[in-house]
């Protein structure tokens, strides 16, 4: 088994203090960086967008692991894709014409996402396997930080595994949403390359023994 990889989530973090929370997650440790992008439509919050994304983009040489809960997902990808997204991630359940979508986050450089909320079946991304560079399975209905993972994504994660190592093998699985100590070695077992996690990291004052807790090694 390959080593977890970490995405804290920024929507977790201290807001007033944007800049130190980066930091403070890459010196600790952080694979990627995880920015949840939500339009108050798709779900019912608002956070972030491109212009926080290219501040962070100068802040940090970590790769940033956009997530779109939009709507309008076509309208955004290239803004962020501006702004120096890597990874970009759209909802299977709000983009209408995914191979379009994903061929244009492509075609901007970044790598392409699908994110399946806990109540899509995983036949849905049937036919997108082969255009997608990784996907974020939601362990929680998408919206706000600081949830419970809901169980029944733990089979859906080993099935969507099994589908992965058939017939995409370069395919990544994320998982987010509710990843904490606790569960992130289930999480793991059952197949998960990268974990989210924002409460888990943002809310622990020593960050590196987090991410160590997260990954299950001892925290040093
Ligand atoms: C939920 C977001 C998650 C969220 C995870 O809508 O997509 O990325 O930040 O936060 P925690 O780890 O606190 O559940
Ligand atoms: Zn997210």
């Given amino acids: 088994m390959s080593r977890v990889r970490i995405a804290p989530s920024l929507l977790a973090c201290d807001l007033g203090r944007v800049a130190d929370e980066v930091r403070s997650v890459a010196a600790a440790g952080a694979d ?34 956009v997530h779109l809960m939009v709507t309008n997902a076509d309208d955004l990808v290239e803004p962020f894709a501006v ?11 709000a983009v209408t014409h995914l191979h379009r979508t994903l061929g244009r986050i492509h075609a901007l450089g970044a790598v392409p996402g699908v994110a399946i909320n806990p109540a899509t079946p995983v036949a ?14 939601m362990s929680v209905d998408p919206g706000f930080g600081g949830q419970r993972l809901i169980p029944e994504v733990l089979d859906k994660l080993a099935r969507l595994r099994a589908i992965r190592d058939r017939r995409a093998p370069g395919v990544e699985l994320a998982v987010d949403g509710g990843v904490e100590s606790d569960n992130a070695g289930e999480l793991q ?8 996690a924002g409460t888990a990291v943002f809310g622990a004052a020593d960050r590196s023994a987090a991410i160590a807790r997260l990954r299950g090694e001892e925290a040093g």
């Fill in 32 to 65: 990627l960086l995880h920015f949840d992008v939500m339009d108050g439509h798709f779900v019912p919050n608002l956070t972030f967008g491109p212009g926080l994304c290219a501040a962070v983009r100068r802040l940090t040489e970590l790769p940033l692991d």
């Fill in 83 to 93: 702004a120096g997204a890597g990874r970009i991630a759209v909802h299977v359940e």
């Fill in 124 to 137: 849905a991304l049937d036919e997108v396997w082969p255009l997608v560079g990784f996907l974020l399975v």
């Fill in 189 to 196: 077992r059952l197949g998960a390359d990268i974990l989210v």
